[in-house]
């Protein structure tokens, strides 16, 4: 049996339709791109350029006053809530004993809103971070910082709040 096979001359106009298919292909894709970045990059361009007119109006640097190192108020003035973050009982009236010992006034001493306090915790209002820091160290308790899930209104008055762990 005989079959006839094309010249390979015969071959080569697909070969050549598909190179200039894909060389138009190339160009439109370098077209749509260069229009993209134009129609992306002015937007862009005036963002940048009014951040950079917020950042040379901005001070070049702000003077933050540090946090007193020394406590301003004696113990005698400040008021210290206790809360019993542990669940057993009598454990917020013994530290309570033991605050007043130190010369603190003991404002509201009860239960936290939690029982399963790992460590005992001091936590202090605004401002009051010295004060916080020094009962953390008449007490031993090293885990001292900012209200955490109390409100300043939650303590009552008071400017120190010891949380009571395990």
Do not use: C
């Not at 260069?34 to 940048?48: K, Q, T």
């Not at 040379?56 to 006053?65: N, Q």
């Amino acid at each position: 049996m005989d079959h006839s096979f094309p010249a390979p001359d015969a071959v080569r106009p697909w070969r050549t339709a598909t190179l200039v298919a894909t060389g138009f292909a190339a160009v439109e894709l370098v077209i749509l791109l260069a229009i993209a970045v134009v129609a992306l990059g002015r937007p862009l361009a005036h963002h940048a350029a009014a951040a950079r007119t917020a950042a040379s109006a901005a001070p070049a640097h702000t003077i933050v006053a540090p946090a007193p190192t020394k406590p301003r108020l004696a113990r005698a003035d400040l008021e210290v809530e206790i809360l019993n973050g542990n669940g057993r009982q009598g454990s917020a009236a013994a530290e309570a004993s033991t605050v007043r010992g130190l010369g603190y006034v003991v404002g509201n001493v009860g239960n936290a809103a939690r029982a399963d306090y790992t460590r005992s915790v001091v936590m202090y209002r605004r401002g009051y971070r010295a004060e916080g820091l020094r009962l953390g160290r008449d007490l031993g308790i090293r885990a001292v910082g900012p209200l955490d899930g109390l409100h300043p209104s939650d303590l009552m008055g008071a400017h120190l709040a010891v949380v009571i762990g395990s």
